[in-house]
């Protein structure tokens, strides 16, 4: 079965970065794109970008342009999404989607908090 | 940029029909979709293609897609729907959510 499954919960300092994983099991991982959307909490969802897990290419939205950066590692089925120069309304709960158009399947989500 | 506006919360009884809209410029010429989220789970797919239902979902899920709105209709609404639901579509390559719609079911 198709899993998704993201590393742990981050508590990150303002202007630190931090990189979140998203592990691939049950499909073939260069045959979907990986989207990461975002969640504070009682908010509404927010997609921060895409990426072609096979060619490498990438789409960001623009309010992250410059600061996000999302990775793949191919042999370990794994996606990355590093998020630079981390402020207070960064904290969300970050969640990784397969789909192409669609997010078929997501991950658990990662709970990133940013606080001095 | 492009931006999908939904009602903030529905109400609807058991049994009943919930619609929810989801307005955006001339979304009939885009495809949409919906995802169910209940309070501290991820996301769930419930209907891709304006119209089309994944594996699993209940056949009382279904939606439309026409002009500037698409609508997400739940009919026969059962207490395990209660959830926040989200509309989706794509504009030049960017993803879009709408706001959400809390869905009560009293």
């Known amino acids: 079965q198709v899993q998704l499954v993201q590393s742990g919960a981050e508590v990150k300092k303002p202007g630190a970065s931090v990189k979140v994983s998203c592990k691939a099991s049950g499909y073939t991982f260069t045959n979907y794109d990986i989207n990461w959307v975002r969640q504070a909490t009682g908010q509404g969802l927010e997609w921060m970008g895409w990426?072609?897990?096979?060619?490498?290419?990438?789409g960001y939205a623009q309010k992250f342009q410059g600061r996000v950066t999302m990775t793949r590692n191919t042999s370990i089925s794994t996606a990355y999404m590093e998020l630079s120069s981390l402020r207070s309304e960064d904290t969300a709960v970050y969640y990784c989607?397969?789909?192409?158009?669609?997010?078929?399947?997501w991950g658990q989500g990662t709970l990133v908090t940013v606080s001095s | 940029s492009y931006e999908l506006t939904q009602p903030p919360s529905v109400s609807v009884s058991p049994g009943q029909t919930a619609s929810i809209t989801c307005s955006g410029d001339?979304?009939?010429?885009?495809?949409a979709c919906w995802y169910q989220q209940k309070p501290g789970q991820s996301p769930v797919l419930v209907i891709y293609?304006?119209?089309k239902r994944p594996s699993g979902i209940p056949e009382r899920f279904s939606g439309s897609n026409s002009g500037n709105t698409a609508t997400l209709t739940i009919s026969g609404t059962q207490a395990m729907d209660e959830a926040d639901y989200y509309c989706q579509a794509w504009d030049s390559s960017t993803g879009v959510f709408g706001g959400g719609t809390k869905l009560t079911v009293l």
């Open positions: 990426m072609n897990p096979n060619s490498g290419d990438t």
């Open positions: 001339k979304l009939g010429d885009r495809y």
């Open positions: 989607a397969r789909g192409m158009g669609v997010f078929d399947y």
């Open positions: 293609q304006d119209t």
